[in-house]
């Protein structure tokens, strides 16, 4: 089901692949590689804030979650069974794996680092980040915890400054 293994899904283990056409010495990109570039991105994304939101929220819930899914769900190869309430607390705390600060500077690395300087996989970026947070709700059964939100916050407001670094604009349209 969930792993929380900090290695999966960590910028380092990811590599993003431009897929591009070659013709004669000059390279380009048609318009179906980029689109096909940018999807990947969005699904990439999509899938990582989902992930770290969505264990943002089973940490939050920790003695609310039935012992067998927490028996199914690991962190650094350790059943969270096998943590305590207080441990649980700990990834969640401000300098916790699971915290605010690290979530979203996890999720915002990601978006920027993958992104570059190109304008428009950030807005895409910015989309997929908006997605997966909806997707996680969808999992959950709805609102998550506040930490999610927090972190969702954190995280939009560093796309939104790196977006304006680049000469871009952000109208945000979810509200």
Same mark, same amino acid.
């Given at each position: ?36 570039? @940018? ?5 990439? /994304? ?8 969505? %264990?943002?929220?089973? @940490? ?17 190869? !350790?059943? #969270? ?9 700990? @990834? ?10 690290? /979530? ?7 978006? #920027? %680092?993958?992104?570059?300087?190109? @304008? ?41 400054? !790196? #977006? ?12």
């Amino acid at each position: 089901m969930v792993s929380f293994d900090p290695g999966i899904g960590s910028i380092s283990k990811l590599q993003y692949t431009s897929f591009k056409s070659t013709t004669g010495s000059t390279q380009k990109k048609g318009s179906a590689t980029v689109r096909t570039d @940018l999807m990947n991105f969005s699904v990439q /994304t999509l899938g990582m804030t989902r992930t770290d939101i969505g %264990n943002q929220s089973a @940490l939050s819930n920790f003695n609310a979650l039935p012992q067998d899914l927490k028996q199914e769900l690991t962190y650094n190869g !350790r059943p #969270i069974s096998d943590f305590s309430a207080d441990e649980a607390t700990d @990834l969640l705390s401000e300098d916790g794996y699971f915290g605010v600060k690290k /979530t979203s500077q996890r999720i915002a690395d990601f978006v #920027i %680092n993958l992104a570059g300087d190109d @304008l428009e996989k950030m807005r895409v970026g910015r989309d997929a980040v908006l997605q997966g947070f909806k997707q996680a709700e969808k999992l959950w059964g709805g609102n998550l915890p506040d930490i999610s939100y927090e972190t969702l916050d954190t995280t939009l407001s560093a796309l939104d400054d !790196r #977006i304006k670094d680049m000469g871009g604009s952000v109208v945000d349209l979810t509200a």
